[in-house]
């Protein structure tokens, strides 16, 4: 956090390194780094390409959503990071935001005098969770959802060479 940045101690401040929890978001790792830096400039920082972009574009993504929604669904784990920050980034948007395993988790309280409701998935939340809740909410009766898209991810990723060459082996026998 910003706040142990501003405490930390180290033997040689001319030789310090940072690196950053892949499910920190870049908004997040920026605001330590800059608190770092100022502290220890000669600190070595990480590439930005090292920091989540699934995560960011997530969170990213909540911001929006949550300034228009009176309600926000966190799909995720009471011990997933990436899940809890979901959450605080809705409820820092203005929005009411819970954290829930499943759509079991949901208190009727909740709904009550909402009309917009955002939903949203940490990073190991399966995509069987979104469904479930959205059926949750189709059983309810609701029939307007919609699917807000506010960054399109175009990140793929290469095979291990191992796996590249059996394919290509296969594919070549089959």
């Known amino acids: 956090s910003k706040e ?8 040689n401040p001319d030789r310090v390194a940072v690196t950053t929890q892949t499910t920190l ?7 330590i780094i800059d608190v770092l830096r100022r502290r220890f400039p000669k600190l070595v920082t990480p590439s930005s390409d090292d920091i989540c972009y699934a995560t960011q574009n997530r969170q ?4 929006v959503i949550a300034e228009r929604a009176d309600l926000v669904l966190v799909l995720g784990s009471d011990n997933s990071s990436n899940s809890k920050r979901l959450k605080e980034v809705a409820e820092s948007s203005g ?6 395993d499943d759509a079991s988790r949901i208190d009727p ?3 009550e005098g ?3 409701i955002a939903i949203t998935a940490g990073a190991s939340a399966p995509e069987y969770l979104v469904q479930q809740v959205l059926g949750y909410f189709k059983a309810m009766g609701v029939s307007d ?4 898209a506010t960054i399109e991810e175009k990140v793929t990723f290469a095979p291990p060479p191992e796996l590249a060459r059996a394919m290509g082996e296969r594919s070549r026998a089959g």
């Not at 142990?4 to 033997?11: C, G, L, R, S």
């Not at 978001?25 to 605001?31: I, P, Q, R, T, Y």
């Not at 959802?145 to 807000?148: D, G």
């Open 4 to 11: 142990e940045a501003e405490k930390v101690q180290v033997p």
């Open 60 to 63: 990213t993504a909540i911001k």
């Open 95 to 100: 929005a009411r935001a819970y954290l829930i």
């Open 114 to 116: 909402v009309e917009s």
């Open 109 to 111: 309280a909740w709904l």
């Open 25 to 31: 978001g870049v908004d997040d790792a920026n605001e």
């Open 145 to 148: 959802i919609q699917e807000v």
